[in-house]
């Protein structure tokens, strides 16, 4: 394995009904498909739960970049970044999931170049685009005042309690939801605006272990367990490069 696919390699047994993408086969056989991204930091949540894992977890890795993934019994069964970093939900500066209709709108009417279009939806778009700046502190800062910095607050949260909401569906219930990455861990406002509306879920924010930034953030009565776990994804990163050294000797 190159070190460069070991932030995939978490996500490479989901099923084909999450990977597979609804192109024609010819793009299929070469390659284009949901890989996934923060498999390292899956991995290093996963390490830290340990034996106590529950059957049901979606984690939240956010932070400049920012996805959520679906694990059902130690396996990512479904994650929201795909062919490329730049899909799932809206991120820093990238866009998240497109209309494809979109982006041939912005060929046609812009005559965008391919690294023009990349440029777009990766550097100029996002919470930045909308709120003025991609920096998730300053945006909750100028929120109560700012209608644009509070729309990208809204946008960003709403798109995590959705996919918190689809995953639930896909793993057939939810036992925990963690929260990491810098934002993460560090923002109790984002991740008590994600979680607001997943009562349904028996998801129940305790408001004080929330602000502290408590390891268990969960109710006494939430029927789903919530947590912050930090990432540590260049630990992981020098576990695998240690195994690859001792392989090859």
Do not use: W
């Amino acid at each position: 394995m190159q070190i460069a696919c070991f932030d995939t390699a978490f996500h490479a047994h989901m099923p084909d009904v999450a990977r597979r993408l609804a192109l024609p086969g010819r793009f299929v056989r070469a390659g284009v498909q949901r890989y996934g991204f923060h498999g390292l930091s899956c991995e290093h949540t996963m390490s830290v739960l340990g034996a106590d894992a529950p059957a049901r977890i979606v984690i939240a890795h956010l932070g400049n970049g920012a996805s959520l993934t679906a694990v059902k019994n130690g396996v990512s069964i479904d994650t929201t970044m795909g062919f490329t970093p730049t899909g799932g939900i809206p991120m820093g500066t990238r866009t998240g999931d497109l209309d494809p209709g979109v982006v041939v709108y912005m060929m046609r009417h812009e005559k965008l170049s391919a690294d023009a279009l990349e440029h777009v939806v990766d550097r100029e778009s996002g919470l930045g685009a909308i709120g003025g700046t991609p920096d998730v502190k300053t945006l909750l800062e100028r929120a109560p005042t700012d209608a644009n910095a509070r729309a990208a607050i809204e946008t960003f949260t709403y798109a995590i309690r959705k996919t918190v909401g689809a995953f639930a569906a896909a793993l057939e219930g939810l036992d925990l939801v963690v929260f990491t990455g810098g934002i993460g861990e560090h923002a109790p406002e984002i991740r008590s605006l994600a979680c607001s509306g997943l009562e349904v879920l028996g998801i129940r924010l305790d408001d004080a272990r929330n602000r502290g930034g408590e390891d268990d953030i969960s109710a006494e009565d939430s029927g789903c367990a919530v947590r912050i776990i930090a990432a540590d994804e260049a630990h992981v990163i020098a576990r695998h490069v240690l195994a690859l050294c001792a392989e090859r000797g």
